[in-house]
């Protein structure tokens, strides 16, 4: 790790403006959280601050969610061929595969997080797409890689995707298909909503997705549901 980074407990915590401070090759700046290209452009950056630093769980949970409804529905997990939503630099995907799913297609808007994942860990999707979901072309993504799952981890509402964009992605997905996804507890209600009329929901689950920088718990649900 060639950087030091810095909270600073009084920067401002609405999700978004989160700053911290970066120090690396001799120079100091200040970063948003959320200024995900400049982020995924160092290596290990995301992983240090999101994962160890804020503690960001959000993955973990929805792989380990996801793979047990799968296993209790009597089904294999490495069956499971998943496109990942909001994909970010593969630290979704990485713990999918962990959880003995199989991630197949990342998908950011991020053209830095296309090069990152490919960076630090080659090989995890067959395909990373670099597009905003709404702007996707997911039936043809769907029927070449065989995609049996729509996943998001972090990446709902908050200026990211839309749950609205994610329904109709979820459209282009077979009877059977699984998906999972995790969203901040003030939208976790209308988003589920959406998806009620086609989807049979197995697992709806409150847990702490990290802390701020100033140390609060922020609250997200995750969703694990089946296409009827
Ligand atoms: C908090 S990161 C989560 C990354 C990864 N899923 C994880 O758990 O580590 C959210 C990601 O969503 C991406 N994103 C935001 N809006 C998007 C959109 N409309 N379409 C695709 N990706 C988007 C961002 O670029 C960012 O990489």
Same mark, same amino acid.
């Given at each position: 790790m060639d950087f030091h980074v810095d909270l600073d407990p009084?920067?401002?915590? +609405?999700r978004g403006s989160e700053t911290f401070v970066l120090e690396r090759d001799g120079g100091r700046r200040v970063m948003r959280i959320h200024d995900y290209d400049d982020v995924y452009a160092v290596p290990g950056l995301y992983e240090h601050v999101v994962?160890?630093?804020? /503690?960001? +769980?959000s993955p973990q949970t929805l792989a380990t969610s996801l793979a047990a409804e799968v296993t209790a529905a /009597?089904?294999?997990?490495?069956d499971v061929r998943c496109l990942d939503v /909001?994909? /970010?630099?593969?630290v979704s995907g990485a713990a999918l595969r962990d959880a003995g799913l199989t991630p197949v297609v990342g998908l950011d808007v991020s053209p830095a997080a296309g090069a990152a994942a490919e960076r630090?860990?080659?090989?995890?999707?067959?395909e990373f797409v670099v597009a905003a979901l709404g702007d996707a072309a997911v039936p043809d993504l769907v029927t070449r890689h065989r995609l049996t799952a729509l996943v998001s981890a972090g990446a709902l509402t908050g200026g990211h995707i839309e749950p609205q964009v994610l329904a109709r992605t979820w459209a282009a997905f077979a009877p059977g298909g699984w998906l999972a996804y995790t969203c901040a507890e003030a939208h976790a209600d209308d988003a589920r909503s959406i998806f009620a009329e086609h989807t049979d929901i197995r697992r709806d689950e409150r847990f702490v997705h990290r802390r701020t920088v100033a140390g609060d718990p922020v609250w997200y649900r995750v969703l694990v549901g089946r296409r009827r």
């Open positions: 009084a920067a401002p915590t +609405v994962s160890d630093r804020l /503690g960001c +769980v /009597g089904e294999q997990p490495a /909001g994909a /970010g630099n593969g630090d860990r080659p090989g995890l999707y067959a």
